[in-house]
């Protein structure tokens, strides 16, 4: 069925731009603390190279469409990035530390400021240096809420977009059914309430839908809905979810997400590793790709061993890989302890967007990829 | 002096009086149509016309830069106030300096007239013949998304050290994008594209064709066991995966930075003596091909490995500059970023030997037509996931994998490759064959 599915349009004004918004700051200051970053890392023994990056997007947007949408939309999406390299066992290993953010300085740095992201970045490459390699193999493993962010968007966001649905995804056909452990419940929301400043907020879509309430995705371990435009849900027959974005004027909307989660359980955080006999507990979101039949491959920063509910040994360069719902269905475990983890960078479906991901401390069955002896 | 070189000429001439002590213009401008196809379908036309321009100021060894969507001259203006604001208050360094003029040949092949009157019915058609030629070859093919673009621009750069130059280009790219679906079995995304500057050599229906092929080719798998030997790059594995890690080790802002592990390598080892790899942007007809680069510098045919031999880092001047020699014209990017450094056209020269020969050869192994992962470009270390590959056992292809993990180095598997296929494919700027590596760490499902 072709055509667009009717919603009710966004009107007014909306501006995220922050407590403290960046356009008080002086871009030399905004200079002072990539340089202090910067010297911050290079003067720490043994790191033979450092890179800090601030990078801001002030958007201004309005649309206007013959259906009553009439919305300027006004966003400020910073991130800052650190990088540090250390050399050990004749490799060189990267230690990474990077936040993104809608709004602006206080939202930016307020789970600690740049020489604290130095440090944090230092520390985790001198650790990488003396690392080894993780022997692949099937296992249980402990996701932080940066890991559980960049499953809650790659692994199963992407499968759930409306036009990957009418290519064929894996989860084609299957709303109502049992994807998932009761344990999992997951959207995506414009506009989360569990934290506003969150990468991917905005407040209306660029069909100028707004974003409302957001979107549950998955309830209870049963998929409950796709995401889409306007297109796509009067293709598929359901609610428009405000999820067509373009990055540029020159962009076309394509479905996107925006901040997409995986919501807390009842577990301490602690109690997940205390819990676990043998397993691993994975620690910093690196890349991530999934596909058509659900099957993801994410990169971790950190992986560490879990024995006896202890956490031990640091392992370098270690990927996940499953089948996604093969691996929700094995949640056992998620904790309170709830962030967002995933908004520094770009989702790359065509176009860039500013996304957000994440959760608290989920624990589940996935591979390893490592080495074989 | 056409359009683009006047709004150059004149940016200059304001940044030079706005207090620069150098000042460099790129500027582009183009219109492009393109069609995009989404759920087995025709999904949008687009047609648009763009301009470009941005400008690298430099004031006491300080860089300001600034770029502006439009040629209009009071936008100039403010862009060039930015730049050379910008450049007062950034940090000095002597490697700032802009390159001094050289002699400039053009390179043939890259414009094609005709591609003045490519109408957008002709777009469609193409973009219609992509999906009609991907669905031919099985009817479990669909196609998630695709498009076919035609484009043709100019570039222009004007510096105050007396570069002054223009480019006329033409392009056509197409990609298709997609899987194959048996029932319940749904297979591995795949994908494919390509490009050319000519009109008569517009042809999607090979990378159509190749595509579904590798689609339908991703069910039906099986698990593999674990083992550590003999891996096949396909054509496309190696331009996703080796080509991408070798261009971030020879870059030489990585290696002044201290994130190559080819810094202090010139004239070493640095792969088998089975490999050679070139850069050359003054191929006719290449892809990344072009009579200068982003600083205005005439491209070379230059080897960056030898017979595994390193001879060449990717410099763009600054890191020329830095390093006190000359730029190989590899300042990359458009007028909307300040010159980073890139290929052109990448190549690896073809070995002797078929592929079915190769694979005849392996006792045990994988031949990866995708492989979903993200190489640590300081270290080399992957670890990824085996999108489209199968398992090899006694020379014989006996099965499609799912479930696969492949993990290594691929700085130590460049020293690792023992041959090169006869057959050598071009995917757009990456003219690479088939390539032989041991050490390859396969993890089962």
């Given at each position: ?13 909306f501006?995220?731009?922050?407590k ?15 340089r202090?970053?910067?010297?911050a890392v ?16 002030l ?26 390299v ?36 230092v520390?985790q490459?001198?650790?990488l240096?003396?690392a ?5 193999e ?10 559980v962010?960049l499953?809650s968007?790659?692994a199963?966001g ?8 009418l290519?064929g ?27 506003p400043?969150?990468a ?12 409302g ?19 796509t849900a009067?293709?598929l ?5 405000g999820?067509?974005?373009a ?12 901040n997409?989660y ?6 301490k955080d602690?109690?997940v590793v205390?819990d676990?006999k ?18 993801f ?12 509910g ?28 709830f ?6 960078g ?19 069955q ?8 | ?13 304001k940044?030079l009086k ?10 582009g ?10 759920d ?19 004031r006491k ?6 770029s502006?969507?439009s ?12 730049a050379?604001?910008?450049?007062s ?8 300096r ?11 092949g ?13 777009a ?5 013949t ?9 009817p479990?093919?669909t ?9 043709i ?7 105050s050290t ?6 006329r ?44 092929e ?8 099986k698990k ?13 594995t ?21 994130m190559?592990?080819?810094a ?23 892809i ?24 060449s ?9 830095k390093?006190?020699?000359k730029?190989?014209a ?5 007028a909307?970023?300040v010159?980073?450094i ?7 020269p ?12 392996v006792k ?9 992962a993200?190489p640590?470009?300081?270290?080399g270390?992957?670890?990824?996931v ?9 020379g014989?292809?006996?099965h ?5 993990m ?14 090169l296929?006869?057959?050598?494919q ?5 003219f690479?064959?088939?390539?032989v ?9």
């Amino acid at each position: 069925m072709a055509g667009l599915a009717d919603r009710k349009p966004a009107t007014g004004k909306f501006a995220a731009t922050g407590k403290d918004p960046l356009s008080k700051h002086s871009f030399e200051e905004k200079m002072a603390v990539v340089r202090e970053t910067d010297k911050a890392v290079r003067k720490t023994k043994g790191i033979v190279s450092s890179t800090a990056l601030w990078r801001e997007f002030l958007d201004r947007k309005i649309i206007v469409s013959t259906d009553g949408a009439r919305v300027d939309l006004q966003y400020c999406k910073p991130d800052f990035a650190v990088i540090a390299v250390a050399e050990g066992g004749g490799e060189k290993v990267r230690g990474a530390e990077a936040c993104g953010v809608t709004g602006g300085w206080k939202e930016l740095f307020r789970k600690g400021d740049h020489l604290e992201m130095a440090k944090a970045a230092v520390t985790q490459a001198q650790a990488l240096a003396k690392a080894k390699h993780v022997k692949g193999e099937r296992a249980t493993v402990i996701l932080d809420p940066s890991m559980v962010g960049l499953l809650s968007h790659e692994a199963v966001g992407h499968t759930v977009e409306g036009d990957f649905v009418l290519s064929g995804s894996v989860v084609k056909g299957k709303v109502g059914e049992r994807v998932a452990s009761d344990l999992v419940t997951l959207r995506d929301s414009g506009n989360p309430k569990e934290d506003p400043a969150a990468a991917g907020t905005i407040f209306a879509d660029d069909e100028g839908t707004p974003c409302g309430a957001g979107t549950t995705v998955i309830e209870k371990g049963f998929l409950r809905s796709y995401l889409h435009d306007r297109e796509t849900a009067l293709s598929l027959g359901q609610p428009v979810t405000g999820n067509a974005r373009a990055f540029e004027h020159t962009d076309e909307p394509i479905i996107r997400m925006t901040n997409t989660y995986i919501l807390p359980g009842d577990w301490k955080d602690d109690e997940v590793v205390e819990d676990t006999k043998d397993g691993y507990l994975i620690k910093g979101a690196g890349g991530g790709q999934a596909d058509a039949n659900g099957e993801f491959m994410f990169m971790a920063q950190e992986t560490y061993r879990v024995r006896k509910g202890v956490v031990g040994e640091l392992f370098k360069s270690v990927t996940l890989s499953g089948q996604t719902f093969d691996l929700l269905k094995s949640v056992d475990a998620i904790s309170r302890g709830f962030k967002f983890d995933l908004g520094s960078g770009f989702c790359g479906k065509f176009q860039a967007a500013r996304v957000d991901g994440g959760g608290a401390f989920l624990r589940c069955q996935a591979i390893l990829g490592g080495r074989q002896g | 002096m056409s359009d683009l070189l006047a709004a150059c000429e004149y940016a200059v001439k304001k940044a030079l009086k706005a207090g620069a002590d150098e000042a460099e213009v790129f500027a582009g401008s183009g219109r492009e149509t393109a069609v995009f196809l989404q759920d087995n379908d025709i999904k949008i036309g687009r047609t648009q016309a763009s301009d470009q321009l941005g400008i690298r100021a430099f004031r006491k060894t300080g860089l300001g830069f600034s770029s502006v969507n439009s040629l209009d001259r009071k936008r100039i203006d403010s862009a060039v106030t930015a730049a050379v604001a910008l450049a007062s208050t950034a940090p000095r360094d002597p490697a700032n300096r802009l390159a001094d003029p050289l002699p400039l040949h053009a390179v043939k092949g890259i414009y094609d007239e005709a591609a003045e009157g490519f109408t957008t019915e002709q777009a469609l058609k193409n973009a219609s013949t992509l999906l009609r030629e991907a669905k031919a070859v099985d009817p479990r093919i669909t196609v998630d998304s695709g498009q076919f673009e035609s484009a043709i621009g100019e570039k222009a750069i004007v510096t105050s050290t007396g570069i002054q130059a223009s480019e006329r280009r033409s392009s056509f790219d197409w990609f298709v994008f997609g899987m194959a679906v048996d029932g319940s079995e749904v297979s591995a995304f795949q994908y494919e594209f390509d490009a050319t500057h000519q009109v008569d050599e517009v042809d999607v229906a090979p990378a159509a064709r190749l595509f579904a092929e590798k689609a339908v080719g991703s069910l039906g798998t099986k698990k593999c066991p674990s083992f550590k030997g003999t891996v096949i790059f396909t054509p496309g594995t190696v331009q996703d995966l080796l080509a991408s890690t070798v261009e971030a080790a020879v870059d030489a802002g990585s290696v002044q930075r201290g994130m190559s592990p080819f810094a202090g390598k010139l004239g070493k080892p640095v792969a088998s003596t089975t490999l050679t790899i070139l850069d050359d942007g003054t191929l006719p007809g290449g892809i990344g091909s072009s009579t200068f680069d982003r600083e205005g510098l005439p491209h070379h045919n230059l080897p960056i490995v030898e017979k595994g031999v390193l001879r060449s880092y990717l410099y763009n001047t600054y890191t020329a500059n830095k390093d006190k020699r000359k730029s190989t014209a590899s300042a990359d990017g458009s007028a909307r970023s300040v010159p980073a450094i890139g290929p052109s056209n990448f190549i690896i020269p073809p070995g002797r030997r078929p592929l079915d020969d190769l694979v005849a050869d392996v006792k045990q192994g994988l031949l990866v037509t995708r492989l979903s992962a993200f190489p640590e470009p300081v270290s080399g270390n992957f670890s990824g996931v085996v999108k489209g590959g199968a398992y090899i056992e006694k020379g014989e292809i006996r099965h499609p994998v799912r479930e696969t993990m492949l993990s290594g180095n691929l700085y130590e598997m460049l020293g690792s490759v023992t041959a090169l296929s006869r057959e050598q494919q071009k995917i757009a700027n990456y003219f690479v064959p088939h390539i032989v590596l041991e050490g390859g760490s396969v993890t089962g499902g």
